[in-house]
């Protein structure tokens, strides 16, 4: 696309961070944590959610380009690291598609009134899949309008959800209890398997960073949509909170239906007004999923190119969108779909959303020893943002995300007893991690083979 046909303003940037990193559908797993749940967001706001923006803003200006994330692992690191970090930042998407896919089904029996058989429920997951994937092979600028109108659903949502859990706190009375000492953080088991929702719900700045060739001063607007887009959401994070908890007892959420079930309690029965909120609600994961898709398939696409992933991802368009990536995107939906009735997990939703949301994280936990090897290595490349701060600063910037994310994930999949809640919940998503950390080693290193045998093939010649 030519300068002069630029059409994603800053507008559109700050309103695409608050579609890519405004999780709706993860406040009520979030909000399970209970009511210290208001103590871990306000922690990690600070210790992790403020680096992690900042330090997106660096390397999203100081190397622009399609390739966002692996790019700046690779350059740190090569290009075998770049490939298993364009592998587990690929691979939850799919994973990610799949489980919204079978809340978009548990939602729209909800607002109908109907109980779908398998058949129908497989039926209508597969119509979400692959209206996801036709629109997210459509280039930014002309998918812009469908983002924008789901912020807007988002905010309507959230601060209906915060009106609605104030309303009935005053006149019902606060469904849990709000002393002093219950906002302090309550290190159970269940509590901190959770926090990995709260540090998923804050990723995504870099996607906006991908959208750079569509801007029309990237080096400016990338700094500013993040840091407008970072206020934005953090606002209405919390503001989900206080409405859920408010006005929501926490032993009557559910991870998979927990927001629209919140509105059905608060209400008191199915009216019109859950049934629009509903419909938002299916809008919000169709859109979500369509603005993933345009960092996701960017950076596997570019990976691709690089040939650390297999060829096929780099397949273009005439438009040169990514549309190998979005296929394989769809295929790997369409599998997990078919096959979940045959999982034996009850809440296949939640199955789903903890792998996707582990194999997310670990793509982040090469991101910041990145920032700071690129620190040191490449001194002299203009950086237009920089992050503030000496050496110390730095450090601390680098390394406590960093220990976070670890401290989440192991929380997410190692079982910490014997119990067998714990153990049928967690050993299902490790096992999970193991197998998607192997096949994408063993991607990653046939691809590899293969570039090292071309480069000699053409030596020879």
């Not at 919140?262 to 199915?270: A, P």
């Not at 490349?381 to 406590?400: A, D, H, N, S």
């Amino acid at each position: 696309m030519e300068n002069g046909k630029k059409k994603f303003r800053l507008f559109d940037a700050v309103l695409m961070s608050v579609v890519v990193i405004l999780v709706v559908e993860s406040a009520a797993p979030a909000a399970a944590i209970g009511t210290s749940q208001f103590f871990w967001w306000i922690f990690l706001l600070v210790m992790f959610f403020l680096p992690y923006g900042l330090i997106s803003s660096e390397l999203g200006t100081t190397y622009a380009g399609d390739g966002g994330l692996y790019d700046w692992v690779k350059k740190a690191f090569g290009p075998r690291w770049g490939g298993r970090l364009a592998w587990l930042y690929w691979i939850n998407y799919p994973i990610w598609m799949a489980s919204l896919a079978v809340l978009f089904a548990q939602v729209a029996g909800t607002i109908l009134k109907l109980k779908f058989n398998t058949l129908t429920s497989i039926i209508i997951q597969l119509v979400f899949v692959w209206f996801v994937v036709i629109v997210g092979n459509k280039p930014a600028s002309e998918s812009k309008w469908i983002m924008n109108l789901a912020a807007f659903a988002k905010i309507f949502t959230i601060l209906s959800l915060a009106i609605l859990g104030i309303y009935v706190a005053m006149t019902r009375g606060v469904a849990n209890d709000l002393s002093p000492h219950n906002f302090l953080p309550q290190m159970n088991i269940s509590s901190l398997s959770n926090l990995s929702i709260i540090i998923f719900n804050f990723l995504g700045f870099e996607v906006v960073a991908t959208m750079a060739d569509d801007m029309d001063d990237p080096k400016k607007q990338i700094p500013k949509a993040i840091i407008y887009g970072g206020i934005l959401i953090a606002f209405f994070y919390l503001l989900s909170a206080f409405g859920m908890s408010a006005a929501v007892p926490t032993d009557k959420l559910s991870a998979s239906s927990g927001l629209l079930d919140s509105f059905i309690l608060m209400i008191g029965n199915m009216n019109w007004f859950v049934v629009i909120i509903g419909i938002l609600f299916l809008y919000i994961l169709v859109s979500e999923m369509v603005s993933w898709a345009l960092g996701v398939n960017y950076v596997a696409d570019y990976a691709a190119k690089d040939h650390v992933l297999p060829n096929i991802f780099g397949k273009e368009d005439k438009n040169n969108m990514p549309i190998g990536t979005g296929y394989i995107n769809g295929i790997v939906a369409t599998i997990l779909v078919v096959s979940a009735p045959f999982i034996p997990n009850q809440d296949i939703f939640w199955a789903f959303f903890s792998l996707n949301v582990v194999a997310l994280l670990l793509s982040y936990t090469m991101m910041f020893p990145a920032f700071l090897k690129l620190r040191k290595t490449d001194p002299n490349q203009e950086r237009p943002f920089k992050v503030p701060g000496g050496k110390v600063m730095i450090q601390l910037m680098t390394w406590v995300p960093e220990i976070l994310l670890f401290i989440t994930i192991i929380f997410t999949i190692v079982p910490l007893n014997t119990g067998k809640s714990e153990m049928g919940t967690k050993i299902p998503i490790l096992i999970g991690v193991v197998i998607t950390l192997a096949v994408g080693e063993i991607f990653v290193r046939v691809a590899e083979h293969r570039e090292k045998s071309l480069k000699q093939k053409e030596n020879i010649k």
